[in-house]
């Protein structure tokens, strides 16, 4: 079992923000933002390219009601979810990062140069 199951099973702990039936809002361990908060379905997926247009369609209002809940819903935040290798992914269970709660700079510095493909 993959260790974002183990979280929505609660057989590891960890600190949750808000849950559903079906999905599970909890403080990222280690923070790139005032808030961030991963965000999970309970059943696993692999990852965004797994889920399906009606998981995602009930998915929606979830993520809305957790930038509610933690106040940034109008201030704005940022919703990120790195999928496959060249994503980044580390955890291979479907999460959206919610960052917020401060401006978010928009940096390239550690990504690929485009120059250098083309
Ligand atoms: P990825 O790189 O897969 O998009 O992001 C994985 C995220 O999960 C990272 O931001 C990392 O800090 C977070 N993370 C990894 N293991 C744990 C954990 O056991 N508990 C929590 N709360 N976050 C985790
Ligand atoms: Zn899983």
Redesign the pocket.
């Known amino acids: 079992m993959c260790?974002f199951c183990k979280?929505a099973n609660n057989e590891?702990p960890?600190n949750p923000v808000l849950e559903s039936e079906e999905f599970l809002a909890?403080?990222?361990?280690?923070p790139k933002a005032p808030v961030h908060i991963?965000i999970i379905p309970k059943q696993h997926v692999d990852s965004f390219s797994e889920i399906s247009g009606a998981m995602m369609e009930r998915m929606t209002p979830f993520i809305h009601d957790v930038a509610k809940h933690v106040g940034i819903f109008e201030s704005g935040y940022r919703l990120v979810t790195?999928s496959g290798e060249n994503g980044?992914?580390?955890?291979k269970h479907l999460?959206f990062?919610l960052l917020g709660g401060a401006r978010l700079k928009w940096g390239h510095f550690d990504d690929a140069d485009p120059k250098d493909f083309f």
Do not use: R
């Open positions: 260790i979280i590891i960890s909890f403080h990222d361990l280690n991963l790195n980044g992914q580390e955890v999460h990062h």
